[in-house]
């Protein structure tokens, strides 16, 4: 099967600003396919030039077998794009915003309803609502209607979620799992890594490059120092004082806990592990921090991300 | 606690556009120093009682303190005793960052020598001191935020109210952000902050969640996580937010 994106050495600048810098890489037909990074990173630009609103500068990128240097109409009429905050009309009502994109594709509400219904009925009593009246929620989900009603065979979707409370987000992305078991192929950008767990495959884009591609959970287990989740009640002294710690290679907050990397390589004996854990809350109850809690752990993608996004700074 | 520590102080607190009651009757107090994560669904009705808290909307109903002064007749004191910043809107994107912290530092009615010194004191606890001629609009998203967060300190105010500061920010740059919250909760500083990132959740000493309006349950993570027995703020937050959609 031939692959849904190909982009070969894709460069682009902006006056001395390299966004994207010889990036290369596939999307299989049919994936769901992840890009995290921060801010500046390029996924915008990427999206830009996938979508042919904006021409590289050197390498180039396919979409559906097509050139996007080349083949603009062939690709936009196949594209289902989300650009990032959404960009609706504001002063058009729900459905006037979809039955507007639906003209700009030459089709219909009624064609492309069967694609977009799982979205749109929690919409639909909402139709003559203005669409800067809705709640981030809901304009998520007019966006992502609006992107599949002229029935695309990829959806590229610019952190779709971003300013989406949990619950819908949750929902969103069951919708998405909906859409990719339908055969649709889907690029998606976010900041969330539980979002990006359910992804086929990752990649780690920081200045315009590719820190790392590959499964979310393969993504983990390149990390190659010891880590441990510390507990504690008084988390910003701990940040301090582990910070402090002679071993320290890093600290960070996480969820409930922080996460501390040590800084010697992996540990495989597990009585060299516990000597850690010992050492280590010993250190934190002779600082002031009767409470604290040390466990080993194992690394998930956000310390992943972390860690290549730190060494890459 | 008693009302003297506490910073906000909410009672009964109301409003309603038409028939539509946005915020109904939330009652809570944030005591000083406090870190106070402030969630709800979108469309729950966080961002109409921050705008009453900040002195921007007039309550329909209940009353509410902020730093101890009345939000419907002393709006002028509250506005000086508070920072704010938005995940919308915060710097303006068309000035420098140096010109974007004297704009501040003015419109706060700061001397001219605490606005040269303390320009001088962020720029350098921020890493910005290389780019103060920089146009806002050419630093990153992260950065941004950073510095709008330091910006909203600016004039020391009591309370800072943070609306989804971190959103569409990548996890190494939150956690930076995070690590100037907790800074300025240590240095007396109480925050009151919304976020969709339910990790952050568990980074507040209490957390509420809203729901239609409603204040739903309140309490350190580790309490609500208890009386709702899950293991995380997220599962809280889904099982209470996913009820009142249902009914949506």
């Known amino acids: 099967m031939s692959n849904a994106v190909e982009v070969r050495a894709l460069t682009k600048r902006f006056d001395k600003v390299v966004a994207l810098d010889e990036l290369t890489f596939d999307v299989a037909q049919g994936e769901l396919f992840g890009l995290v990074g921060p801010d500046g990173a390029g996924k915008s630009t990427l999206f830009r030039i996938l979508t042919t609103l904006v021409l590289p500068d050197a390498g180039s990128a396919t979409v559906l077998g097509f050139d996007v240097a080349r083949d603009l109409w062939d690709i936009r009429s196949r594209v289902g794009y989300m650009p990032g905050g959404f960009s609706l009309y504001p002063d058009l009502s729900v459905a006037e915003n979809l039955e507007f994109f639906a003209a700009v594709f030459g089709t219909t509400v009624e064609e492309g309803y069967e694609l977009i219904a799982p979205v749109y009925k929690q919409l639909e009593q909402f139709r003559d609502r203005r669409a800067d009246a809705l709640s981030g929620g809901m304009k998520q989900k007019l966006a992502l209607s609006c992107a599949l009603v002229h029935r695309p065979e990829i959806l590229l979707l610019d952190e779709p979620t971003t300013g989406v409370d949990a619950v819908s987000r949750r929902e969103f992305w069951d919708q998405l799992a909906t859409l990719k078991a339908s055969g649709l192929t889907i690029v998606v950008s976010t900041p969330y890594m539980d979002e990006a767990m359910r992804c086929d495959r990752v990649a780690l884009v920081h200045g315009g490059r590719i820190l790392e591609i590959d499964a979310p959970a393969a993504i983990g287990s390149g990390f190659e120092r010891p880590l441990f989740a510390v507990y504690g009640a008084d988390r910003y002294g701990l940040l301090k004082i582990l910070r402090a710690y002679p071993e320290a290679a890093s600290v960070c907050l996480f969820g409930d806990s922080l996460h501390f990397t040590a800084q010697k390589q992996v540990q495989v004996l597990r009585s060299a592990q516990d000597d850690s854990v010992a050492e280590l809350t010993a250190y934190l109850h002779a600082n002031g921090h009767a409470d604290a809690r040390v466990e080993p752990i194992a690394a998930g993608i956000e310390d992943s991300f972390m860690a290549l996004m730190g060494s890459a700074a | ?248």
């Open chain 2, 1 to 248: 606690m008693t009302a003297k520590a506490q910073a906000i102080s909410v009672n009964g607190l109301t409003r309603r556009f038409g028939s539509f009651v946005a915020v109904d009757h939330i009652t809570f107090d944030v005591g000083a120093g406090e870190v106070f994560g402030f969630l709800g669904a979108n469309g729950a009705g966080k961002t109409t009682a921050i705008k009453m808290l900040i002195g921007l909307l007039a309550p329909s109903d209940g009353d509410a303190h902020v730093a101890g002064f009345d939000v419907k007749t002393q709006r002028a004191q509250i506005r000086r005793s508070i920072g704010y910043m938005s995940q919308r809107f915060s710097l303006y994107d068309d000035l420098t960052v140096r010109e974007n912290i004297q704009l501040y530092g003015g419109i706060y009615g700061l001397s001219d020598d605490q606005i040269r010194d303390r320009t001088a004191t962020l720029l350098e606890s921020l890493g910005l001191s290389g780019s103060a001629g920089d146009l806002v609009s050419k630093l990153p998203l992260g950065w941004k935020q950073k510095l709008a967060f330091s910006v909203a300190l600016l004039h020391e105010p009591k309370i800072v109210f943070l609306d989804e500061p971190t959103g569409g920010v990548d996890p190494l740059t939150r956690r930076q952000f995070w690590e100037l919250i907790y800074a300025a909760a240590s240095r007396g500083t109480t925050v009151f902050v919304t976020t969709h990132y339910m990790d952050e959740a568990e980074y507040c000493d209490r957390v509420s969640i809203m729901v239609d309006g409603k204040i739903a349950t309140l309490g350190t993570p580790a309490e609500l996580k208890a009386q709702y027995k899950v293991a995380t703020v997220e599962d809280v937050f889904v099982r209470l937010a996913r009820g009142a959609k249902a009914s949506e």
